[in-house]
């Protein structure tokens, strides 16, 4: 059959029209695939040739107030493997395994893995030395990754407040854990590329993502105060072997804790090797136990507060012991104190005179105070594991339970709780939210990222009632039972506590937590210390006999490492045996060594000098020594 050209030439039109189409279509697509997805096709193609060693970001050091570093990095180097570039694995296995002191048989299981790389168990975290011994190797397949694990130069100093991190730098306790995210980086890493059978790609370039280093933390502890803290307890550790020691210092005008500490401690590089009884347990905010006598502060307050008791002018007759809803109450003191003023029941921490102020008070009161002063819910603090206390419901309270939570019995609080009351107590009348945090700072620029500000939760008192307690409390220092922590020079005001434990529902025999509290200066505080003592051995167990000199050395150090100057203007401090009289230093400059032999001065005397006039002492005079000390005089010739 013959075609005729027409139906030729239209055909022919047809096929160059569709075949322009159809060119048409794959140069759009090629255009399309060159200059649109070419770049999203390329970055997926490197992604199935590349291999990365990880780079891991520093994790945020910790430093106190002050800079001190507390918990740093150093460098760790860690062994990746790429199985597809081992080309003998045997070989390469007995070689690593004689390097990082394991077993080839280990080691050969984990090279010959088919993942894309692998890091190796044994090669984590590593010394330098050994790093460099691997790279020695040269074995292909073979990588070493920056890495890191965290240091804590101090070791067992301040354990249970910074807490530890884990092999991959997490935070497993303490402010490791609270602040993790803040402290936790952002990972880098170097990446290669490789073909299908794992051979590197060398006509590729290296890619290097660099890690983005965790946030800086300052703190407001002082390395200063925690220092004299930790001597502080070390001694007491070694004279009475105690079942544990609690310490806690804070600046009672914004909360700022400026030492913690409890024994038993650990280190935390080396937490693994101790019980978890003792790492999972900071006991300045977990431990609960029955505050005895320190809690009398709380129900000073409220009757002061609510114009229940005139200090000076209201008396008390103590006999020795109250009869209340059956239950017979006993003083500490056998026999009574006899009739008091209640500033000497304060300055006695007499029971019986504080189971009358609640009385006066009224459960309903009472309590209401309590609570005011933040027991029976956590401070909130910015550490892990506060425990809340434990108080009387009020509807369960009656005579008994009224009268034994003034004197501090049958309550159970916290070590923190007792330290924030306290200052409120002291501080003017405002109760604050203690922390440990002070800043996050980005290492890379210096820049301020989060500034935690003081947060009052509450006014609990007036300023008035505040100078009172004050008063009330530099008393008890200077003419009661806490006169162990009397420092010359300072005005210490505290509360002394003894509280007999209990198990089983029944109190142990010879078995106390025995405690103190105070603060200084009296007048304007600036500190506030805490220190309970769990069952101490071979003393007599009072508070004001074991933990007030403890607070009394803390505190005096502290405040000035601080830089408070001391003052002379202070309550009188009542001596007791065996306490030695104090006595001023007189001016001697310029006087002779005749004047000199006609004055009655109670103080040894050094002399040093060929000359007969005294031109230089030491100490300086109007410094207070004991009675029988020795002073430097340099005696010389004078015109």
Excluded at 117 to 126: E, H, M, P, S
Excluded at 197 to 213: H, L
Excluded at 307 to 324: E, I, M, P, R, T
Excluded at 491 to 520: C, D, M, P, W
Aim: hydrophobic residues 35%.
């Amino acid at each position: 059959m013959r075609v005729s050209n027409v139906t030729v030439r239209k055909r022919l039109t047809v096929a160059l029209i569709v075949g322009i189409l159809i060119f048409f279509i794959i140069d759009f697509r090629l255009g399309y695939v060159q200059f649109f997805l070419g770049t999203a096709l390329t970055d997926g193609a490197k992604e199935l040739w590349s291999r990365d060693i990880p780079f891991e970001p520093e994790r945020g050091q910790i430093v106190d107030r002050n800079g001190v570093p507390l918990a740093t990095n150093v460098s760790a180097p860690t062994v990746y493997v790429v199985p597809r570039q081992i080309k003998d694995a045997e070989d390469a296995a007995v070689k690593l395994a004689a390097v990082l002191n394991t077993s080839k048989e280990q080691v050969y299981k984990e090279i010959t893995q088919k993942e894309k790389d692998v890091r190796l168990t044994k090669g984590r975290k590593i010394s330098h030395e050994k790093a460099k011994e691997i790279r020695a190797l040269e074995i292909d397949g073979v990588y070493i990754g920056e890495d890191s694990k965290r240091h804590y130069p101090f070791g067992n100093y301040l354990s249970h407040v910074l807490g530890f991190a884990g092999i991959d730098n997490q935070g497993l306790m303490g402010l490791e854990l609270f602040y993790d995210k803040e402290l936790n980086g952002k990972k880098g890493s170097v990446k290669f590329y490789a073909n299908a059978k794992g051979e590197r790609m060398n006509d590729m370039a290296d890619d290097y993502d660099p890690p983005e280093d965790g946030m800086d933390l300052k703190l407001t502890i002082d390395s200063k105060v925690q220092t004299i803290i930790e001597r502080e307890m070390d001694i007491a550790e070694a004279t009475y072997h105690p079942d544990g020691i609690i310490a806690i210092a804070m600046n009672p005008n914004n909360g700022e804790i400026l030492g913690m500490s409890s024994k038993p401690d650990f280190d935390p590089a080396n937490f693994r090797n101790v019980s978890p009884d003792i790492y999972n347990r900071n006991l300045p905010i977990w431990s609960t136990f029955e505050p005895g006598s320190t809690f009398k502060i709380i129900t000073l307050a409220a009757a002061l507060e609510e114009g229940k008791v005139d200090l000076k002018k209201d008396h008390f007759h103590d006999a020795g012991y109250v009869k209340v809803g059956g239950a017979r109450l006993r003083c500490w003191k056998r026999g009574g104190h006899g009739s008091q003023s209640f500033l000497e029941v304060v300055q006695n921490s007499c029971n019986p005179g504080f189971v009358e102020l609640g009385e006066r008070l009224g459960k309903e009161t009472l309590f209401k105070y309590i609570r005011d002063f933040g027991f029976g819910e956590k401070t909130g603090i910015d550490l892990q594991g506060e425990a809340s206390g434990i108080l009387f419901k009020l509807d369960r309270v009656g005579p008994v339970e009224q009268a034994t939570t003034a004197f501090g019995q049958g309550v159970s609080v916290t070590p923190i709780q007792q330290v924030a009351a306290l200052s409120a107590a002291v501080n003017g009348g405002t109760l604050y939210t203690p922390y440990v945090a002070k800043e996050l700072i980005d290492p890379r620029t210096g820049e301020i990222v989060m500034r935690k500000a003081p947060t009052a939760k509450r006014k609990v008192i007036s300023k008035e009632t505040s100078e009172q307690i004050r008063y009330a409390l530099e008393s008890v220092v200077a003419q009661g039972t806490g006169g162990k922590a009397f420092i010359d020079g300072y005005r210490v005001g505290g509360k002394t506590g003894t509280a007999q434990k209990a198990q089983g529902g029944r109190y142990l025999e010879n078995n106390h937590v025995v405690s103190f509290i105070g603060f200084a200066p009296a007048d304007d505080p600036q500190l506030v210390v805490y220190v309970a003592v769990d069952n101490p051995k071979g003393t007599v167990q009072f508070g004001g006999v074991v933990a007030a000199p403890i607070v009394g050395n803390i505190m005096e150090d502290s405040l000035r490492a601080m830089g408070v100057k001391p003052r002379k203007n202070q309550i009188e401090k009542k001596l007791t045996w065996p306490d030695v009289p104090m006595i001023e230093v007189p001016d001697l400059v310029g006087i002779s060594k005749q004047e000199l032999g006609e004055l009655f001065i109670n103080l040894k005397i050094d002399a040093s000098g060929n000359g007969d006039k005294v031109v230089k002492q030491t100490p300086q005079p109007g410094i207070k020594l004991k009675e029988g000390s020795t002073i430097r005089l340099y005696f010389d010739k004078k015109d």
